[in-house]
């Protein structure tokens, strides 16, 4: 049987699964939805069904389907239900939750449908606009939006907005919450610019960009939670829609707004949707510590022959290395009166949960992507700050460096599309061990400074790129797991 509102009724007598209730399918739709994929529905869309079943936000997601590719029938034939199977480790003890999610109430396509989703904007209930539309989804593009169906999103979305503006005669009240989760630094405020400079473009009223610009709230925010979709999770029923997500989740919304909070009232539901007037702290936890370390132990656990990040969980050795890394050189080196040394351990107990969470199969490979601009932008700033406020090498980053080195000696950076493999080749090819660490480390072209002055630090990443060489990654890393335990 197929997942539908009529099979609802036969799933009620299985305790481990969460249903919605009949009258969910009633409630108004208050959020517009530029986006269908998987990171929408597995995090917002949670937020959303999680508080409706509690009572607090009741509301629906009118989703917009920007693309011409595909249809919209697994929606249409399931009545827009789907599952949300939770797995992942929380405090060390697995976690496996499931749930229907009925907080999307129709799925329109933008080509096809694009005067009923205008029709969105005449509604007093519609109240907020969410969007992931990929990174090169929030761009200008110099289009007149009144003339058909606006290219891209920020054309469709002032379409929307002035269509609204149109309808309420300019109230205040009928202003949007619009929260953009694509993976961009400021991206409410990104979302903003565009949509303010497009709506010069197409000449449309000063009142209008009054409106849009004192009426309309444009949040920027962060999301972090890990969702890779389709799963082979048998729930005793079909459900094409059917998607994955491990049990961390965090929504950051940045606005000191009382109104923005009134709004987004399905925050009160979970732990994981955070309203502040500053997400920086949590950009930062996330970029230094969960990206910081994934970047640093991927070429060691590569080169070690561990393929997936919770198999480098189960070797001791690199489970202490990472330990190591969060605790004893990230978390030193970004504490400070914004980011609080209780949140920060917090936050790295949460890192390596994540990391050990048996139902991913995180690649290391993948994680290599790009493997000399991730270091540059996620780990230089680290290496600066913990030299600055210890002035001594940060052994483990050290470390990773030097991986990082011999990985990019092998040929791995051609294999996983590093536009600096092609230098590291010609590097090791030209010059000895000693002399590709420090031209490299001296490459302020790659970090943004010359590391090659640091005090030690080129001696410690020679020292210890020797070391891999010569004792073979496993048996050093070993070696480095036993004083971090001793330490």
Request: net charge negative; hydrophobic share 45%; with cysteine.
């Amino acid at each position: 049987m197929k997942l539908s509102k009529g099979v609802l009724p036969l799933l009620h007598d299985r305790d481990a699964l969460q249903l919605p209730a009949a009258d969910c399918f009633s409630l108004p739709e208050r959020v517009l939805q530029f986006g269908t994929g998987v990171l929408l529905r597995g995090l917002p869309d949670f937020f959303i069904d999680k508080a409706n079943k509690q009572g607090i936000f009741n509301g629906r997601v009118v989703v917009v389907k920007s693309t011409s590719r595909g249809t919209t029938a697994e929606f249409d034939n399931q009545d827009n239900l789907y599952t949300q199977c939770i797995r992942g480790v929380e405090g060390g003890k697995k976690v496996q939750q499931d749930i229907v999610n009925a907080s999307i109430s129709r799925v329109l396509t933008a080509s096809t449908q694009w005067e009923q989703i205008l029709a969105c904007a005449a509604s007093e209930d519609m109240q907020v606009v969410i969007s992931n539309t990929t990174e090169v989804g929030i761009a200008y593009v110099e289009e007149n939006v009144l003339q058909g169906v606006p290219s891209s999103f920020p054309g469709k979305l002032l379409a929307f907005l002035y269509k609204r503006y149109q309808h309420f005669n300019g109230s205040a009240g009928s202003g949007m919450v619009i929260v953009p989760t694509e993976l961009l630094p400021d991206n409410g405020l990104l979302l903003k610019n565009i949509v303010e400079q497009l709506a010069a473009y197409n000449q449309l009223p000063a009142a209008f960009i009054q409106w849009l610009t004192t009426h309309n709230h444009f949040c920027n925010s962060l999301v972090d939670s890990i969702i890779p979709g389709a799963a082979d999770i048998d729930c005793g029923y079909e459900d094409q829609l059917l998607i994955m997500s491990e049990a961390y989740r965090l929504w950051a919304i940045e606005s000191g707004s009382e109104r923005v909070r009134e709004i987004l009232s399905f925050a009160a539901a979970d732990s994981g949707v955070v309203i502040t007037p500053d997400i920086n702290v949590f950009r930062e936890l996330k970029l230094r510590q969960l990206n910081g370390a994934h970047t640093l132990s991927c070429g060691i656990a590569a080169l070690a022959g561990i393929e997936t990040v919770k198999a480098a969980m189960n070797n001791e050795a690199m489970a202490a290395y990472i330990e190591g890394l969060l605790l004893h050189e990230i978390i030193p080196a970004i504490t400070d009166s914004n980011i609080r040394q209780d949140a920060a351990v917090r936050f790295a107990a949460a890192v390596q949960d994540r990391f050990r969470n048996p139902y991913i199969d995180h690649k290391w490979l993948s994680i290599c992507g790009n493997f000399t601009s991730k270091l540059k932008t996620r780990v230089v700033p680290i290496l600066l700050r913990y030299e600055q406020r210890m002035q001594q090498v940060p052994a483990l980053i050290a470390l990773g460096f030097a991986a990082h080195l011999l990985f990019m000696k092998q040929d791995h950076g051609l294999a996983v599309d590093d536009s600096f493999a092609s230098y590291y080749k010609k590097l090791w090819q030209e010059h000895e061990l000693p002399e590709v660490v420090k031209i490299s480390l001296a490459n302020s072209e790659h970090w943004g400074s010359d590391l090659s002055v640091l005090p030690g630090f080129s001696r410690t990443v020679t020292n210890m790129l020797q070391a891999l060489i010569r004792e073979g990654v496993n048996a050093y890393l070993e070696r480095v797991a036993a004083e971090i335990i001793i330490s």
